[in-house]
């Protein structure tokens, strides 16, 4: 079963714009992963924010967590035609092995 | 340091053909996890290995098996490849459960 889920499915943004994806989970976590895909690629770390961490900023990348709402959301500022991947959250839970949200395919158009 | 590295990159099976998938990480990490991605479905764990010398099922292992060999190296086996297996498969290894994932470059399978 998939603990963490990705909003939107798809996104579609001119380059310069803003893009924001969201990932709502259903029980208490320790920690949330965002991670990209390139078309072909693996997966590749971007960010991990711990349960007691409400905002993280990694260069153009910014994430929150709220853990009230059981949701983070992964803003990409400034985006870049580069930036077009796939887009994935993972929770961690513990003694629980991470699981996978199904993604959001994020396309930047130049 | 190359990081995670699977082999082979791209495979076609015939249905009932048997192949290994394998996979090497330098990272000196205690897991080790096989993962299937299908259009639409995300990340589906297949096997994992908590540490050297565990092996534990995960959401999706029917078809499969799995050896740690060594703390390094952590292989998949289809005994009797089926058309429903052809998927992209990924290994990751991770040093707990509570840090961040490497992931190798996938491996593309068809079985026809």
């Known amino acids: 079963s998939q603990q963490g889920e990705e909003d939107p499915q798809a996104l579609s943004i001119q380059e310069g714009e803003n893009a924001t994806m969201n990932c709502s989970y259903k029980?208490?976590?320790?920690?949330l992963q965002w991670y990209r895909q390139n078309s072909g690629r693996g997966l590749v770390h971007l960010i991990l924010?711990?349960?007691?961490?409400r905002e993280k900023h990694s260069g153009r990348l910014r994430v929150t967590l709220d853990t009230s709402k059981k949701s983070s959301s992964l803003l990409i500022t400034a985006s870049r035609a580069a930036d077009t991947a796939s887009y994935f959250c993972?929770?961690?839970?513990?003694?629980?092995?991470?699981?996978f949200g199904r993604g959001t395919s994020l396309i930047v158009h130049p | 340091n190359a990081g995670v590295t699977q082999t082979p990159k791209f495979q076609v099976l015939k249905t009932g053909q048997s192949m290994t998938l394998q996979c090497a990480q330098d990272?000196?990490?205690?897991?080790m996890y096989w993962y299937r991605q299908d259009p639409g479905m995300g990340l589906r764990l297949i096997y994992y290995?908590?540490?050297?010398?565990?092996?534990d099922k995960g959401e999706v292992p029917n078809g499969y098996n799995v050896s740690r060999l060594n703390k390094r190296e952590f292989s998949l086996r289809l005994e009797s490849a089926a058309p429903s297996q052809t998927s992209v498969y990924f290994c990751?290894?991770?040093?707990?459960?509570?840090?961040?994932?490497?992931f190798g470059q996938g491996t593309r399978l068809t079985v026809v």
């Open positions: 993972a929770t961690n839970r513990g003694s629980y092995i991470p699981t």
């Open positions: 029980t208490s976590i320790n920690n």
């Open positions: 924010i711990r349960s007691n961490e």
């Open positions: 990272m000196n990490h205690n897991s």
């Open positions: 290995s908590a540490s050297e010398g565990t092996t």
């Open positions: 990751a290894s991770y040093q707990d459960r509570a840090s961040e994932a490497f």
